[in-house]
Every structure is written in structure tokens, then in C-alpha cells.
């Protein structure tokens, strides 16, 4: 059974530019989940995404959006980058809710110059 | 809103010695318990979790959990530690009703010395 694929691995942008990130997660999983992981910060939750639909949703600006597929894949948007928002993007998937068990993609680097 | 507390940002520790890394939990209702490791450059398995039941939990290699209510605190530890520990181990939290999201404490490096 393949895991959580996300890409792309690593991603180089400048200020003020947008970004697209990808997130499979592992067949017959409905809920996708997002992480900003930064030294400082630790983990943060973005948001998650269940059968298409925007469950949850962290304290993040409006600059960070997502969405997702009917085949569970889903996408993060990050417009007008910003050098803070260098971090791991990390993806979780799960059959129904990462509150019992959730599986991790080895993230995406998003380093902004 | 519930939060996490990972009291120590590093710790060290000799080979085949044992190692307890410290959770503390803040929520007003009822919580599953995680926690998970990261080695370098890869996302977070989960280790071991606490749902409900036996308040002792026992994960992958070697780990185990205790969750304790009237402390708050969920610690992990393993009696005897290995070079291959090495890695950041992040407690998380989450409220048992319905589908909430995982809060994720800031993170221990354990750094296992040979």
C-alpha cells in the first residue's frame, strides 16, 4: 500500500510570488491534513480537508488556502510569499480523522528568497 | 482550546541508558494522546497513542506511554535507548469529540550519545 506522496520535495520561490503543493494521500483515506513545521514554531495546523470540504481550519492568513479532489488529493496555495513563510509543509492523511490515527508524507522544503 | 507542553527542547542521553521525555496536556474535555518521531528529513510516524482503557500504552520500538488525568501528563519512555533513537519525538493532543484536529507540542530531540 503506497504512504502519503507529497510534491514536490523541494521548492525555491521569491517574495511575493505564489506556490502549489501536492498532497496523495493513502488510498481509501478521506481526510487530508496540512502542517507548517518551523524550528521556532513547531508544528501549526493549517487546515484539513475532508471528502472536498474544508473541515478545520488553523489561525493562518488568508495568503494560505487549500482544497481537494474527489479522489482525496489535495492542494495548498500560498500567494504572496513572504521570507517567514520558508518552512517543511507537512501533509497527514487519514480514513476519517487524524484525531485516531494519521499517516505523513515526508513533506514538502519551501524555502523563500 | 486544548495545548501542549513538551517541557525539555533537547535531551541527551547515553547509549542502552533510559530516557522519559516529558508531555503535560491543557484541555476542559476529554483527549486522545499521541506521540510521534521525526528522523531527519522525514514527516512523523506515529509511535504509540492513548484512546481510552489501560492508562499504560505501549508503542513501536520499545516505547511506552503513561497517561496520567489528574497530572495532565502523557511522558514517554524506554528503558533502554539505542543510537537509532536519535530523532525529535512530538507529543500531540486532540479532543475525542467528533473529527477535531491534532495540536502538536514544540518538539524533543532526543540525542543519543554512544
Known amino acids: 500500500k503506497a504512504g502519503v506522496t507529497q510534491t514536490p520535495r523541494y521548492l525555491i520561490k521569491t517574495r511575493g510570488q505564489q506556490v502549489t503543493l501536492s498532497c496523495s494521500p493513502i488510498s481509501g483515506h478521506r481526510s487530508v491534513s496540512w502542517y507548517q513545521q518551523t524550528p521556532g514554531q513547531g508544528l501549526q495546523f493549517l487546515f484539513e480537508?475532508?471528502?472536498?470540504?474544508?473541515?478545520n481550519k488553523g489561525n493562518f492568513p488568508g495568503r494560505f488556502s487549500g482544497r481537494q479532489f474527489s479522489n482525496s488529493r489535495s492542494e495548498m496555495n500560498v500567494s504572496t510569499l513572504e521570507l517567514g513563510d520558508s518552512a517543511l509543509y507537512l501533509c497527514?492523511?487519514?480514513?476519517?480523522?487524524?484525531?485516531?490515527?494519521?499517516?505523513f508524507g515526508q513533506g514538502t522544503r519551501l524555502t523563500v528568497v | 482550546a486544548q495545548s501542549v507542553t513538551q517541557l525539555d527542547s533537547q535531551v541527551p542521553v547515553f547509549e542502552e541508558a533510559p530516557v522519559e521525555l516529558r508531555c503535560n496536556y491543557s484541555?476542559?474535555?476529554?483527549?486522545?494522546l499521541f506521540w510521534y518521531v521525526q528522523y531527519p528529513n522525514q514527516g512523523l510516524q506515529l509511535l504509540l497513542k492513548y484512546l481510552s482503557g489501560s492508562t499504560l500504552v505501549k508503542g513501536i520500538n520499545g516505547f511506552e506511554a503513561e497517561f496520567n488525568k489528574s497530572q495532565t501528563s502523557f511522558h514517554l519512555r524506554k528503558p533502554s535507548v539505542h543510537i537509532s533513537d536519535t530523532a525529535e519525538y512530538f507529543c500531540?493532543?486532540?479532543?475525542?469529540?467528533?473529527?477535531?484536529?491534532?495540536?502538536f507540542g514544540i518538539g524533543t530531540k532526543l540525542q543519543v550519545i554512544p
Open positions: 497527514a492523511s487519514s480514513h476519517d480523522s487524524m484525531n485516531t490515527e494519521a499517516f
Open positions: 484541555s476542559s474535555v476529554s483527549v486522545y
Open positions: 500531540a493532543v486532540s479532543e475525542q469529540k467528533g473529527y477535531q484536529k491534532v495540536t
Open positions: 480537508y475532508f471528502s472536498e470540504t474544508q473541515r
